[in-house]
């Protein structure tokens, strides 16, 4: 009964000014209240458990392993995708064939059908047919449709974006440290040199021998972009502004221009450095948690599944309490380092599953 009494007391633990529960003094000071022979006792099971965590870490590890063979299945199928999008194949008839699960589209009135035949021949004859290459603005529509990466999106980013034609993840090889890497393929255009830009994302996935316990998956522990060449007076990340001067001696005025940062969707690739010690403001440690948020997005979702970001059938499932309950974890530990967490929830043990989101555990 005294330990159920004090882990009663524990469970409540003490509240922060935030209001959020302080769980390890609860818990410290119900330990100190063990007589000796028992907190030797739980002293053991504490190495059991991180002995535990270090053969969680492994499975992670395999884990990372497999997505990493099985990206390798799903790549011939990416580049197909890649190939159509872009227009340089042209699916065969039979690669075509789909069958629409949507009754209301199978039930379409016969005169409807008409009429619509009608009216496209008459816009036939009035302008001359245009077969259209690919899937015009494939991605680009994929990034005005999603509100995570349409809040990134600006008018002056799209006439770039037009350009993109595919985007690809890269897991690190074996033996090499834990990360991922998004390509952004580019053809040939007026804005910058790169045919690809990457974004490198770094993770950790062994406990920490100060704090084992905190250990709940990999973490991301930093990221890198890269140094995009534009053309000259194409950088959409800066902007020229205009501003006048008094001279306080002769009183004249001269005009000084200077290159201040501009929203972009290309800034994307310059992100915020976590610093060694850890310390950050609170709006660089959100933009950095939100950066690893739509990367792993980017990974989990937009690549797997661009298509149906394209048609919108993939945002419908985004919305489901189900899916954001499957999928990815992020945990961001402002009172030491920022170490956002991937945590992998498997709700079967016949798939993983994935999604970001984020948690700010104090």
């Given at each position: 009964?005294?330990?159920?009494?004090?882990?009663?007391?524990?469970?409540?633990?003490?509240?922060?000014?935030?209001?959020?529960?302080?769980?390890?003094?609860?818990?410290?000071?119900?330990?100190?209240?063990?007589?000796?022979?028992?907190?030797?006792?739980?002293?053991?099971?504490?190495?059991?458990?991180?002995?535990?965590?270090?053969?969680?870490?492994?499975?992670?590890?395999?884990?990372?392993?497999?997505?990493?063979?099985?990206?390798?299945?799903?790549?011939?199928?990416?580049?197909?995708?890649?190939?159509?999008?872009?227009?340089?194949?042209?699916?065969?008839?039979?690669?075509?064939?789909?069958?629409?699960?949507?009754?209301?589209?199978?039930?379409?009135?016969?005169?409807?059908?008409?009429?619509?035949?009608?009216?496209?021949?008459?816009?036939?004859?009035?302008?001359?047919?245009?077969?259209?290459?690919?899937?015009?603005?494939?991605?680009?529509?994929?990034?005005?449709?999603?509100?995570?990466?349409?809040?990134?999106?600006?008018?002056?980013?799209?006439?770039?974006?037009?350009?993109?034609?595919?985007?690809?993840?890269?897991?690190?090889?074996?033996?090499?440290?834990?990360?991922?890497?998004?390509?952004?393929?580019?053809?040939?255009?007026?804005?910058?040199?790169?045919?690809?830009?990457?974004?490198?994302?770094?993770?950790?996935?062994?406990?920490?021998?100060?704090?084992?316990?905190?250990?709940?998956?990999?973490?991301?522990?930093?990221?890198?972009?890269?140094?995009?060449?534009?053309?000259?007076?194409?950088?959409?990340?800066?902007?020229?502004?205009?501003?006048?001067?008094k001279h306080k001696g002769r009183g004249t005025v001269r005009t000084v221009t200077k290159q201040v940062p501009n929203d972009s969707?290309?800034?994307?690739?310059?992100?915020?450095?976590?610093?060694?010690?850890?310390?950050?403001?609170?709006?660089?440690?959100?933009?950095?948690?939100?950066?690893?948020?739509?990367?792993?997005?980017?990974?989990?979702?937009?690549?797997?599944?661009?298509?149906?970001?394209?048609?919108?059938?993939?945002?419908?499932?985004?919305?489901?309490?189900?899916?954001?309950?499957?999928?990815?974890?992020?945990?961001?530990?402002?009172?030491?380092?920022?170490?956002?967490?991937?945590?992998?929830?498997?709700?079967?043990?016949?798939?993983?599953?994935?999604?970001?989101?984020?948690?700010?555990?104090?």
């Amino acid at each position: 009964m005294l330990y159920a009494g004090l882990a009663g007391k524990g469970d409540q633990g003490m509240q922060n000014p935030s209001g959020q529960v302080d769980r390890p003094v609860s818990f410290h000071f119900l330990e100190s209240m063990l007589p000796k022979a028992v907190k030797r006792r739980v002293h053991a099971l504490k190495r059991l458990q991180v002995q535990c965590a270090n053969i969680e870490a492994k499975f992670y590890e395999e884990v990372h392993e497999l997505e990493r063979k099985y990206a390798a299945l799903y790549q011939p199928l990416f580049d197909k995708r890649r190939d159509i999008v872009t227009g340089t194949v042209e699916p065969t008839d039979e690669e075509c064939e789909w069958q629409s699960d949507r009754d209301e589209e199978e039930e379409l009135a016969e005169e409807v059908k008409e009429k619509a035949a009608i009216e496209d021949s008459k816009k036939e004859e009035a302008t001359p047919q245009e077969d259209p290459k690919g899937i015009p603005e494939f991605w680009l529509t994929i990034f005005k449709s999603v509100d995570m990466l349409s809040d990134m999106l600006q008018e002056h980013d799209e006439p770039i974006l037009k350009h993109l034609k595919d985007i690809q993840v890269k897991f690190s090889e074996p033996g090499e440290p834990m990360s991922f890497t998004l390509g952004f393929h580019f053809e040939p255009n007026g804005y910058f040199n790169n045919a690809v830009l990457t974004k490198v994302y770094k993770m950790k996935s062994e406990p920490d021998p100060s704090d084992p316990f905190s250990f709940e998956g990999p973490e991301i522990i930093d990221c890198e972009g890269c140094q995009i060449d534009w053309h000259k007076g194409k950088d959409v990340t800066v902007k020229t502004i205009k501003k006048k001067q008094k001279h306080k001696g002769r009183g004249t005025v001269r005009t000084v221009t200077k290159q201040v940062p501009n929203d972009s969707f290309f800034n994307f690739f310059n992100p915020v450095k976590a610093p060694p010690d850890g310390e950050m403001d609170e709006d660089s440690e959100f933009t950095l948690a939100t950066d690893f948020e739509i990367g792993h997005f980017f990974r989990e979702r937009i690549v797997p599944r661009a298509v149906l970001y394209f048609t919108g059938e993939a945002l419908e499932d985004d919305e489901s309490v189900s899916f954001c309950l499957r999928r990815m974890h992020f945990h961001t530990r402002p009172y030491k380092k920022l170490k956002p967490q991937v945590g992998y929830l498997q709700t079967d043990f016949d798939a993983l599953v994935f999604f970001p989101f984020l948690v700010f555990v104090v």
